[in-house]
């Protein structure tokens, strides 16, 4: 019942940012928890970052913490994932998705409605 588009990936060199935007609809927005993932070629899709619904938990991945930031605008219907300092091990198609959880989940399985991505390049 939800639909996710997500926006704003594109070509950067390292140590160049990239802002991702997901737009939400379909469904009150500020109800669920919402997550990016990623996924390379040849790799297993991974946990990148999530925000708890009440917008008081964030959860990042190691390899992001301290160059990622997760935010939402429930006004808007969007969820942002601000990316600096970018590295090329973060090429990837970075996907959306939403989470019934109160908290925040670390896996796929802990997530429902998902967009269909957007390819981040990083060249070095």
């Known amino acids: 019942q939800v639909q996710l588009v997500e926006s704003g990936g594109g070509l950067v060199q390292a140590g160049g940012s990239l802002r991702l935007s997901c737009a939400a609809s379909?469904?009150?927005?500020?109800?669920?928890?919402m997550g990016w993932f990623r996924q390379a070629p040849g790799k297993e899709r991974e946990f990148v970052a999530g925000?708890?619904?009440?917008?008081?938990?964030?959860e990042y991945a190691d390899s992001v913490k301290g160059r990622f930031t997760i935010s939402r605008d429930n006004a808007k219907n969007t969820v942002y994932l601000q990316m600096n300092s970018l590295k090329p091990e973060d090429t990837a198609v970075y996907y959306c998705?939403?989470?019934?959880?109160?908290?925040?989940?670390?896996?796929?399985?802990?997530?429902?409605?998902w967009g269909q991505g957007t390819q981040v390049t990083v060249s070095s």
């Open positions: 998705t939403t989470t019934p959880a109160i908290g925040v989940p670390r896996t796929s399985a802990g997530y429902n409605y």
């Open positions: 925000i708890s619904w009440r917008t008081v938990l964030t």
């Open positions: 379909g469904r009150t927005f500020s109800n669920y928890g």
